[in-house]
């Protein structure tokens, strides 16, 4: 499976941006982590195909929405009132196929994207 992310950029504090991921193939399980400038990748947030609500980071939860789009095999990331600490470059991520549970860790993903940069600055 491949990913393409795309949709970052910068945007001044208290902005918006919609990230989007596209999938080669149909993945139960897509999520969205972030990796700052020498820190660890983090868990944004996740979602399932397979029903129940989706999953976020509780720093995004309120601001950032993700949301799934069957059809075209693609997720979405939604995020508000942006803060200088979003600075980040954002990865897709899916799970294996037959996978259905949502997982915060990094390394239950297989499949990853490229990675968008997001800075957000005024």
């Known amino acids: 499976v491949q990913l393409q992310a795309s949709g970052g950029g910068l945007v001044q504090p208290g902005g918006s941006l919609r990230l989007s991921c596209v999938a080669s193939?149909?993945?139960?399980?897509m999520g969205w982590f972030r990796q700052a400038p020498g820190k660890e990748r983090a868990f944004v947030a996740a979602i399932s195909q397979s029903g129940g609500s989706p999953v976020y980071a509780d720093s995004m939860k309120g601001r950032f929405t993700v949301s799934m789009h069957d059809a075209k095999n693609t997720v979405d990331l939604v995020m508000n009132s942006l803060k200088p600490e979003d600075t980040a470059v954002y990865y897709c991520?899916?799970?294996?196929?037959?996978?259905?549970?949502?997982?915060?860790?990094?390394?239950?993903?297989?499949?990853w994207g490229q990675g968008t940069q997001v800075t957000v600055s005024s």
């Open positions: 193939a149909r993945t139960n399980v």
């Open positions: 991520a899916a799970r294996a196929a037959r996978v259905t549970v949502i997982s915060r860790s990094p390394a239950a993903y297989n499949y």
